[in-house]
């Protein structure tokens, strides 16, 4: 089923499309020895998807199915090796990287990782505005109060490094450093997976917070999908590199028509009593 086949399936959210991925590969090549053939690893076959301005598009699917790999050449880490991306009807150029993060941000799984340890957390925010070079120092530190604030981080941990703070208060910063361009799209890859689940309740519905107040467009990239059923308007299920199913987060979750997709619902744990684990969790 190709794109056009899907988006006919449900109603647009709206209109407006604020990123369209078409025909998107991304393959890898690999040396098999001297007298042999390389081979190839698709990591990204042929997808196509449209990302509407305001939603909450989530992206699904098993660990090493090509999340990740799509939501790097999203952010213009990764090349395509076919197709390409647009971004408001415009064609994202990979030599304007610094432009196109202007208004697209991501947020990562690991906190820590993507947090520099050398840097105090205001310095972290306050990066991207020097990096772009927006406003004046005595502007930019006002800035960074604001948006930390903003994320509820207190005043005593701006000077302070991201060892000395906790999972949850590093993934504020992330977030505020995000949202320090005020982007118009955030690429949310796994942002609570490594955090506790009372931490990843007080993130979550601080990112709808946000979405509500900046009126941000989300692309939510996730294995979990019980955050996924919590937060996201449209689900795309990805499979060996491939979108399989897109629906709405409704028809998902109570007629998801797609084999994988049926799979995946049948492997979540659920928290009601006496239902034991799921048949695929059971035979592990």
Do not use: W
């Not at 499309?17 to 001297?34: D, N, P, T």
């Not at 415009?90 to 690991?110: C, G, L, N, S, T």
């Amino acid at each position: 089923m190709n794109m056009d086949d899907m988006e006919k399936l449900q109603p647009a959210p709206q209109d407006d499309i604020a990123l369209e991925l078409c025909a998107l590969s991304k393959v890898y090549q690999l040396k098999r020895g001297m007298f042999k053939p390389p081979g190839e690893i698709r990591a990204v076959n042929d997808v196509s998807l449209r990302l509407y301005r305001g939603e909450t598009l989530g992206l699904v699917g098993e660990s090493g199915c090509g999340k990740s790999t799509l939501a790097k050449m999203l952010l213009g880490l990764l090349a395509p090796s076919a197709g390409n991306v647009l971004f408001n009807g415009r064609e994202v150029d990979p030599a304007q990287r610094k432009a196109h993060a202007r208004h697209i941000q991501p947020i990562f799984q690991d906190p820590y990782s993507s947090l520099n340890p050398r840097k105090t957390v205001a310095e972290i925010v306050g990066l991207p505005l020097k990096l772009h070079g927006v406003g004046n120092a005595a502007e930019r530190a006002r800035q960074v109060r604001e948006i930390l604030d903003l994320v509820g981080m207190p005043e005593r941990t701006y000077g302070q490094y991201p060892n000395q703070l906790s999972g949850g208060q590093r993934q504020r910063v992330a977030i505020a450093r995000a949202l320090t361009l005020r982007p118009d799209i955030l690429i949310c890859d796994e942002p609570t997976s490594a955090l506790d689940v009372s931490v990843q309740a007080q993130i979550l519905n601080l990112l709808l917070d946000l979405k509500a107040e900046f009126g941000l467009t989300y692309l939510f990239i996730s294995h979990d999908l019980g955050v996924v059923e919590h937060l996201v308007d449209r689900v795309a299920v990805m499979n060996k590199g491939s979108i399989v199913e897109l629906q709405t987060r409704e028809k998902i979750f109570s007629d998801a028509q797609h084999p994988y997709t049926r799979m995946l619902l049948a492997s979540a744990l659920t928290p009601e009593p006496g239902k034991g684990l799921p048949e695929l969790a059971a035979a592990i």
